[in-house]
Structures are given as structure tokens and as C-alpha cells.
């Protein structure tokens, strides 16, 4: 499986921009989908994750009402919509796939997700 993580880039504070996440050569059908990300000096934090057929979503409070998960499932892609950006949103941003179908328990949590793509850096000026 390859994951690929695109599209981040340099905006200014209140901006937005999107990311992408094409996968390829999965060999599973039941998954879930996250995005993490991390700043410099920061530990990985979870962003947003969705169920491999989207019905279920979750973001990390610090984006909630900002970021939107979302997938194309014909095009194999998860797309991570970011508004309203922050300074404090700089970061290289992971997607990465977890392949157990969606678990309530393990969806944030960085360490049971199985292959992860190579990471796309945002940076936001203030």
C-alpha cells in the first residue's frame, strides 16, 4: 500500500487550503483513514480521520468547525479541507491508514495505524 499526501503549501493566517491523500494498491476494504500532523518540536497529534466509507468522521477539537474530512472513493483519495487557518496549524501533515475497518478507541491514536504516507508541509504566516 502507498499512501501520498499532497498540496500543502505557504498561506497566510485566515486563509485555507486542501489536502490530499491518494492511495494506492490497498489490499484491504475496510479501513479507516486519518490525518495527523507535526510541528516542529511537537509530538504527532491526530487531526481528522474518516471510515472508508465516510460515514463516520472526527476531528481533534483544535480544528473542529475549521477542517473538513471527506473521501472520493472512485479516485481513492481523502481530501482534508482546512478554512480559517492558524499560525499554530503549521505543521507537516501525515495521512495514514488504519486497517481494521473504524474503531472508536483507535482512530486518534497514531500507533495503530499501519502504513502512513510521507507527509506535506503547511505553513501558515501570521
Known amino acids: 500500500v502507498q499512501l501520498q499526501a499532497f498540496g500543502g503549501g505557504l498561506v497566510q493566517a485566515g486563509g485555507y487550503l486542501r489536502l490530499s491523500c491518494a492511495a494506492s494498491?490497498?489490499?484491504?476494504?475496510?479501513?479507516?483513514t486519518g490525518w495527523f500532523r507535526q510541528a516542529p518540536g511537537k509530538e504527532r497529534e491526530f487531526v481528522a480521520a474518516?471510515?472508508?466509507?465516510?460515514?463516520?468522521?472526527r476531528y481533534a477539537d483544535s480544528v473542529k468547525g475549521r477542517f473538513t474530512i471527506s473521501r472520493d472513493n472512485a479516485k481513492n483519495t481523502v481530501l482534508l479541507q482546512m478554512d480559517s487557518l492558524k499560525p499554530e496549524d503549521t505543521a507537516v501533515y501525515y495521512c495514514?491508514?488504519?486497517?481494521?475497518?473504524?474503531?472508536?478507541?483507535?482512530?486518534?491514536?497514531?500507533?495503530?495505524?499501519?502504513?502512513w504516507g510521507q507527509g506535506t508541509q503547511l505553513t501558515v504566516s501570521s
Open positions: 495514514a491508514d488504519y486497517k481494521y475497518g473504524w474503531n472508536w478507541s483507535h482512530y486518534s491514536v497514531g500507533s495503530k495505524y499501519d502504513y
Open positions: 494498491a490497498r489490499t484491504y476494504s475496510t479501513y479507516t
Open positions: 474518516i471510515s472508508w466509507t465516510g460515514g463516520s468522521t
